[in-house]
């Protein structure tokens, strides 16, 4: 919902300031579909508002669920559409939202490049997504939120942030339960350090050197590894916060002994690096996951460097991260 069309609406009716309040309770709750179930107010207004404004800025197109896992495809209000995702596992219903309309980067191993770049989103269809997953849950509701969805959140900067402040404030979750990844747009790692906020920071790094990363990921000819890593080590300095470095093991890509020898010094090289090990997970046309998982995670147990192997969701319904992609 546009929350300051709706505002300067009710103040061209003159109406009390808890009017606002209300509505916004309301509309942050994820509880109602429309105005008119917003019983606590008059029916007049409730009709004035269905006819004036949409209550989301998405709307469902089709759902699909997976094993702890629902894909939601939403259309936008100029017919493009995104897809959304939520996984229930630890307790805990974990929002991935998109940031923008399809990708500009191009990563190989990812569907959502094939779509090319669209539109960033607005800070409104980013909330959006997870008042669309409060509806749809309800009495549950989402209390995490990752930044893993399609496009690249740091090259829709300011709608982030706005949404970030929508996220904390209103929806009430706080800085620890939101992540964010980055395909490494090194100026925003800067400028997102100096924010000074406990919000997670993830990495796609898929492979530790050059010449294999800028293979994968053509951002890195723009922002090579080693300015990527000067950054984050700014970061871990000025923060004193974890990163999380994320590394999906492709067949004959980056999974040779040597891309070992390399990730385990990369990891060692700052304390507060910590590599999330990441099954490919399987795009039309794509790479092929590796054999190697076992290999890896013995010598990075061995050499005692921080890392997990991540838990894969919603491969069945192409809801797993990198395999996001719509045809609208």
């Keep these: 919902m546009d929350i300051i069309a709706v505002d300067n609406y009710l103040n ?72 959304s995702v939520i996984m229930e596992y630890d307790q805990w219903i974990t929002a991935c939202v998109s940031s923008q309309v399809g990708c500009p980067l191009n990563c190989k191993f990812c569907a959502t490049g094939k779509m090319g770049f669209k539109r960033n989103l607005t800070a409104a269809e980013i909330v959006d997504q997870i008042i669309y997953w409060n509806s749809k849950i309800s ?28 996220i904390k404030e209103d929806l009430n979750i706080g800085s620890r339960k939101i992540s964010i990844s980055t395909a490494g747009i090194v100026p925003r790692i800067y400028d997102f350090a100096s924010l000074d906020t406990e919000i997670n920071l993830a990495i796609s790094l898929h492979a530790p050197n050059q010449l294999s990363r800028q293979d994968l990921m053509p951002i890195a000819k723009l922002y090579p590894l080693d300015e990527l890593i000067k950054s984050l080590n700014y970061y871990t300095s000025h ?22 020898s390399e990730l385990i010094a990369l990891l ?20 092929l996951p590796s054999s190697k998982m076992k290999v890896f995670t013995q010598a990075l147990t061995k050499a005692h460097v921080n890392f997990s192997l991540r838990q894969t969701f919603g491969q069945s319904i192409n809801s797993a991260c990198g395999q996001l992609i719509t045809g609208i």
Excluded: C
């Design 239 to 260: 923060t004193r916060r974890q990163i999380f470095l994320e590394y999906a093991l492709i067949k004959d890509v980056n999974d040779s002994s040597s891309h070992l």
């Design 12 to 83: 061209s009716l003159n109406l009390p300031s808890f009017r606002h309040r209300q509505i916004k309770k309301n509309y942050y709750s994820g509880r109602f579909q429309s105005f008119l179930e917003m019983t606590d107010l008059p029916k007049d207004l409730r009709t004035f508002l269905q006819d004036k404004f949409p209550l989301l800025s998405v709307s469902e197109i089709n759902l699909q669920t997976g094993t702890g896992t629902q894909k939601a495809a939403l259309q936008l209000s100029d017919g493009l559409a995104i897809e």
């Design 139 to 166: 009495p549950k509701y989402v209390g995490r939120i990752v930044f893993m969805g399609m496009g690249e959140p740091f090259l829709n900067w300011d709608n982030l942030l706005a949404a970030l402040k929508i």
């Design 268 to 287: 060692k090289s700052n304390d507060l690096f910590y590599l999330n090990l990441i099954p490919l997970n399987p795009v039309k046309g794509g790479s």
